[in-house]
């Protein structure tokens, strides 16, 4: 096969990742039954899943395409996988072990995003935006399952801190995940509450919200059900209107189309993302919503205040966040710390917005 032009590259890229796939489909087992740690088992399991999604994506490029694939070996995986074998084979104890099934999945998880992220630029150059929102779709994923075995990793670093190292936690986001379950709006239920677009499509529901540091909620945190890749996704609280007040869905001027160039969340994904991390992630969202808004600014320099979308409507009875935060094992900081929550939880009145022009990611 001679490379004469992108369009060569471009399919070069597509088959080594296609045949890179199906070696990580049938390693992950293996990877799996070999870890010690329950948390890495179910992120290999998680991450067989989203392989097989992944490869289902390549299905959909090369049919577009009109191309067979080549079936050529990616050797690079290949070796990658081999080598990762040995270090494993090698480790006598269980955490060394875990530890070695960790790099060598996250060697695999960056030659698989420097694939993909040649392959959705070349679909950009080659104007197939479609396959080039397929394959970000499946960088983003491959992004997250990285920073997840990171988190995992350093999990254990953590329980070393509780023996008397230290440990900077200041990277990691100000966000925070809380359950729908957990959160306590005045005159807000949002359990079975459905989010539906201005064309009346079906656009999932409510699963829960991420907060900011002080309680307020910044974004749902919606279950699409399943029409949308990676099925949970953001949306701004400011984005979402109540027509009626005894209504159980929410109305947002967001159609699917705007939905395909938006970013998957994945919760585990997220909460294990720095801050730096997760404000690129955050001004990704930003960009499907609004190219132009985002544009203007810098991940770092987006502050909420500024933007109708992140301003918490009334009706959410905002800040009221209760329960445990599940993910950092740590109680909700919302109640009882912030004077100013309770100020606001009067019937009708707004969340007070904090100052103007603070930075407050
Ligand atoms: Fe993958």
């Not at 994923?141 to 801190?161: C, F, K, P, V, Y």
């Not at 205040?305 to 329960?323: C, D, N, S, V």
């Amino acid at each position: 096969m001679t490379l004469a032009t992108l369009q060569d590259l471009y399919r070069a890229e597509l088959d080594d990742l296609y045949d890179a796939e199906q070696q990580i489909v049938a390693a992950l087992p293996k990877l799996s039954a070999a870890a010690a740690s329950s948390d890495l088992k179910a992120a290999f399991d998680k991450h067989l899943e989203r392989s097989r999604i992944h490869i289902e994506r390549l299905d959909v490029i090369f049919k577009k395409l009109g191309a067979t694939r080549s079936g050529v070996r990616s050797a690079a995986m290949e070796t990658l996988i081999r080598e990762g074998d040995t270090r494993i084979q090698l480790a006598t104890d269980p955490d060394t072990r875990d530890a070695a099934l960790i790099a060598a999945a996250q060697h695999v998880e960056h030659y698989e995003m420097a694939g993909y992220g040649c392959a959705r630029t070349y679909a950009r150059q080659l104007n197939d935006e479609h396959a080039a929102d397929l394959l970000q779709q499946t960088l983003d994923e491959e992004g997250s399952a990285d920073h997840e075995l990171t988190h995992i990793a350093e999990m254990g670093i953590n329980q070393a801190a509780r023996q008397g190292q230290t440990l900077d936690s200041q990277e990691s986001s100000r966000l925070r995940y809380v359950d729908a379950d957990d959160f306590e709006g005045e005159t807000f239920d949002p359990s079975d509450i459905h989010v539906r677009s201005r064309k009346g499509e079906d656009l999932g529901h409510i699963d829960g919200f991420l907060v900011d540091e002080t309680g307020r909620p910044v974004y749902f945190v919606v279950d699409s059900g399943g029409w949308f890749l990676g099925r949970h996704y953001l949306l701004p609280v400011g984005t979402a209107k109540r027509e009626s007040a005894g209504e159980r869905a929410l109305v947002v001027d967001i159609d699917k189309h705007t939905f395909k160039r938006y970013p998957e969340f994945h919760k585990q994904g997220f909460m294990a993302m720095s801050n730096d991390e997760a404000r690129r992630y955050e001004w990704r969202v930003l960009e499907a919503i609004d190219p132009n808004a985002a544009r203007q600014r810098p991940a770092a320099a987006i502050v909420y205040e500024e933007y109708e979308y992140y301003r918490a409507p009334a009706w959410l009875g905002a800040g009221t966040t209760t329960g445990t935060d599940r993910d950092r094992g740590r109680t909700s900081a919302a109640r009882g710390t912030q004077p100013a929550t309770d100020t606001r939880r009067e019937e009708g009145e707004r969340p007070r917005p904090r100052k103007p022009g603070s930075d407050v990611r």
